[in-house]
């Protein structure tokens, strides 16, 4: 076999937290090896896609408060790099106007101060036109929240991270994690060696931790991304203002539906439920195949049309400008932990390598402020903020043998 190449730091997996966190580490001018399995770009992790939300709106103070420098650290990069990241398009929060999801949302803003409209079911209409307000619901916009443009993000943040001297290297599968002072990984086209590894693996972390003797809780769940035609083009068309929407929960809805203007498909507005395998697999009456759990390999193996079915019911009832039938469907995975916080950590027995997984469904907008702290976590600096939420330490964790 050659000679192995030496690095200071090898990142696996350069999805938005892998690219994120080599990025930082070359940053500090850490020799940085990032390491992808597929040809970049691809579409077949968690990261992929025109568009995700950004939004300080979260019941945990601890994800508020890491959004605040979020949203700095997303605007550094777009100075960076000279593209635009963010979109403002405001946020609006509908719900039951007594339950216990929607005053969470609610009283989060209220708390950190986030600016809001407050909408009343008689001027809500003059705001957002073409949705109905459900009976008894109540309705809000956080106006800081919008999107991200996903894959240019990622396309950016691996730019830099190349640009500064970092070595990126896709189509090369791991294969083999040898731990000890220095670590060794395999490839399927070479050896590598550093002092510090990152594990940012998404749906794959589990398959990557065997290596290392570790097994975290995961539960990887194969989403629909569904897109909608607009009874009349644009009517929901981001340069008319509509914002990104959320109804924290509502008749027949197990969990939220969210949505975003149109833009990135001309005509077609995207909506989704945000699926939580949990909330599924006590439910008795939807159709559902043997369990959610899904072989990241074999993601499209299983279809499940449960979600479709709901957003279907919900659409036609309540957005009457948009044809209640996918015109277009997508795929996605989430990685859920067990308390749906990410894992960032270092591995229990291995210092010198860091975890960043199970982001939940709810990762993206994060990216730079967790490429800051596995960097820091990386070179052994104190982290930015208490990670105590994202230890390892809470799960049981399951050592799988050698
Ligand atoms: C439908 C959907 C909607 C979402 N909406 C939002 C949203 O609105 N806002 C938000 O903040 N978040 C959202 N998220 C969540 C967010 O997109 C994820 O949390 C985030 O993308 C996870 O990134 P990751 O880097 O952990 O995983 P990934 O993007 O999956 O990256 C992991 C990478 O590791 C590589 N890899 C794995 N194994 C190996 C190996 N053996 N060798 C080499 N490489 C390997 C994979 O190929 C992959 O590229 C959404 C997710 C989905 C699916």
Redo the contacts with the bound molecule.
């Keep these: 076999m050659s000679t192995s190449e030496v690095y200071d730091y090898i990142v696996?997996?350069?999805?938005?937290?892998?690219?994120f966190t080599a990025y930082e580490l070359v940053k500090t001018k850490k020799k940085t090896l990032l390491?992808?399995?597929?040809t970049l770009p691809?579409t077949?992790?968690?990261?992929?896609?025109q568009?995700?939300?950004?939004r300080k709106a979260y019941d945990q103070n601890f994800y508020a408060d890491m959004m605040d420098e979020g949203y700095e650290l997303w605007a550094q990069l777009e100075r960076e790099a000279g593209v635009k990241l963010f979109r403002r398009t405001g946020l609006l929060v509908m719900g039951p106007e007594n339950s216990q999801s929607y005053l969470d949302f609610k009283s989060t803003l209220e708390k950190k101060k986030i600016p809001m409209m407050v909408l009343t079911p008689d001027n809500f209409n003059q705001h957002i036109p073409n949705v109905i307000l459900a009976d008894g619901d109540g309705a809000f916009v956080d106006t800081t929240a919008g999107v991200?443009y996903?894959d240019r993000a990622l396309k950016v943040a691996q730019e830099q991270f190349h640009k500064l001297g970092g070595v990126i290297k896709d189509q090369?599968?791991?294969?083999d994690i040898k731990p000890g002072l220095t670590v060794t990984v395999s490839?399927s086209a070479g050896v590598y060696q550093a002092m510090g590894l990152v594990i940012?693996?998404?749906?794959?972390a589990n398959?990557?931790l065997a290596h290392v003797n570790l097994h975290l809780p995961l539960e990887v769940v194969r989403?629909n991304?569904c897109y909608w035609k607009e009874k009349v083009p644009d009517l929901y068309h981001v340069n008319k203002r509509f914002p990104c929407f959320l109804l924290t929960e509502g008749e027949g809805v197990k969990d939220h539906i969210?949505g975003f203007p149109s833009n990135e498909y001309p005509g077609l507005i995207k909506i989704?439920e945000h699926e939580d395998a949990q909330a599924r697999s006590r439910s008795s009456n939807i159709c559902y195949h043997n369990g959610s759990e899904t072989d990241?390999d074999q993601r499209d193996k299983k279809t499940d049309c449960a979600d479709i079915d709901i957003l279907r019911r919900y659409i036609a009832h309540y957005l009457p400008g948009v044809i209640p039938d996918p015109a277009v469907i997508e795929s996605?995975?989430?990685?859920l932990t067990p308390d749906r916080h990410f894992v960032l950590d270092r591995h229990p027995a291995y210092g010198n390598i860091v975890i960043?997984?199970g982001?939940?469904?709810?990762?993206?907008?994060?990216?730079p402020v967790i490429g800051k702290l596995l960097c820091e976590l990386s070179l052994g600096e104190l982290p930015s903020y208490d990670l105590s939420p994202f230890q390892i330490s809470r799960f049981q964790t399951i050592k799988s043998p050698l």
Aim: charged fraction near 10%; glycine fraction near 18%.
């Design positions: 696996i997996g350069a999805g938005v937290q892998g690219s390491l992808e399995q597929f691809h077949r992790g968690s990261s992929h896609g568009t995700r939300m950004i991200l996903a090369e599968k791991v294969i490839t940012t693996a998404g749906p794959w398959k990557l989403i991304v969210y989704c990241p996605c995975m989430y990685t960043g997984a982001f939940s469904g709810h990762g993206f907008k994060f990216g």
